[in-house]
């Protein structure tokens, strides 16, 4: 089995602090700068994709896929508590209308790890007062860019914001504690359900979901109830979350083993990628099959992210092509997966490990910031115009 199903959807992505650059009001660019250490070089100008957006628009067009997913910049919308720039609306209003015009969909994300630095100096997640805000803020955006978008991701990946926000302290605020990160947990639980209902109430046409990192959790001898426990904090708490929902996105890069101590890191005979964990493409069947199996085939799913980041280009084929076989197989069995999103259209900011990471199917010179499409780029080109593998 080579080809997919009529109808199934290509298409590639990009965060709003990881290409635009020059995002200074949010608790990133603050993480960033700050003495800590944890994060390889700042994002600067990134991809100067603010000002370049149309650039990325023509080369998602050129590559032939149909959509496109990018995200909103919380602090450019609302730079201060309930203060609305209409020009940066009117800004991914644009974006939506171009691709439109290229018979691109918008995939739009109303959060993608960065909030505005007035919320984080009013606690951020840790704050039933965020859920408010976030809510309100899905709610003007919704209304301005609605009637253009074709789908909308609530909060991207919300179990990576309260594990590596709160527990490996990796990304802002900084902070170890897990009593903290299960009040977080429950906040983002919260948001994105009141952000489900704002975006519906502005635009009811829309369809609404989450984006979740899965990773294809297997347990070691005397590790299954360790895998179980991750698996609950980690995914299954989110799962329950998107009941009623119009689509769950699923994000996944890697497996990990688990034994009675947790993660046993990379195995023997396994290659393991600039970002540590171990090059295992299968892993997004899996993820796939189990977010299915956890919410009952209730609602279709898409892959809403899935790469690697490498400097081999030909090592990026391979992956995609194992990936997506898995992806065949899902489908074969029955669960309904309606598309397929590379992660990511460039070489972009990879929050704490910097530049170094390249997941990208385009590079951008650092310098300069041309674009140049890899052979990765032509060959998924050719899988998306072709609906089906080579």
Not at 3 to 28: C, I, K, L, S, Y
Not at 230 to 239: A, P, S
Not at 309 to 327: C, N, P
Request: glycine content about 10%; some cysteine.
């Amino acid at each position: 089995m080579t080809a997919f199903p009529d109808g199934f959807r290509w298409g590639t992505a990009t965060a709003a602090h990881q290409v635009e650059g020059g995002n200074t009001n949010n608790d990133w660019w603050r993480w960033e700068h700050a003495a800590s250490g944890t994060v390889a070089e700042p994002s600067g100008d990134a991809c100067d994709s603010w000002d370049r957006w149309a650039e990325d628009v023509a080369l998602v067009a050129g590559l032939g896929f149909d959509h496109y997913r990018f995200s909103l910049e919380w602090s450019r919308i609302e730079p201060a508590p309930g203060e609305w720039s209409l020009a940066a609306l009117d800004h991914y209003r644009r974006i939506c209308a171009a691709l439109r015009e290229r018979d691109v969909e918008p995939v739009v994300t109303f959060h993608h790890f960065t909030s505005p630095a007035w919320l984080a100096d009013m606690g951020s997640w840790e704050k039933g007062e965020a859920v408010d805000r976030f809510a309100d803020f899905c709610h003007r955006a919704a209304a301005a860019i609605g009637p253009l978008a074709a789908r909308a991701c609530t909060i991207n990946e919300p179990n990576v914001v309260s594990t590596a926000g709160y527990v490996l302290g990796v990304f802002p605020p900084g902070v170890t504690d897990p009593g903290r990160a299960e009040a977080v947990t429950e906040n983002l639980v919260a948001a994105h359900r009141r952000a489900v209902d704002a975006i519906r109430a502005a635009a009811p046409d829309l369809p609404v979901g989450m984006t979740l990192s899965m990773t294809d959790y297997q347990p070691l001898d005397g590790g299954e109830e360790r895998t179980a426990h991750i698996r609950e904090v980690h995914e299954d708490v989110f799962l329950r979350a998107t009941a009623g929902d119009d689509f769950l996105g699923v994000q996944t890069y890697t497996r990990m083993l688990i034994g009675p101590d947790g993660w046993a890191g990379p195995q023997p005979g396994v290659p393991v990628l600039p970002m540590g964990y171990e090059l295992w493409p299968d892993a997004l069947e899996a993820c796939l099959r189990r977010a299915w199996q956890v919410t009952g085939g209730s609602l279709p799913l898409w892959v809403t992210e899935n790469g690697i980041g490498t400097d081999d280009d030909g090592q990026r084929i391979d992956f995609v092509a194992a990936a997506l076989r898995g992806v065949l197989r899902a489908l074969a069995d029955g669960v309904a997966v309606e598309g397929y999103t590379y992660w990511s259209l460039l070489d972009n900011f990879e929050w704490a490990f910097g530049y170094r990471p390249r997941f990208g199917l385009v590079s951008v010179d650092r310098e300069s910031f041309a674009r140049r499409p890899k052979p990765s780029a032509r060959w998924l080109s050719e899988v998306a115009r072709s609906n089906r593998l080579p």
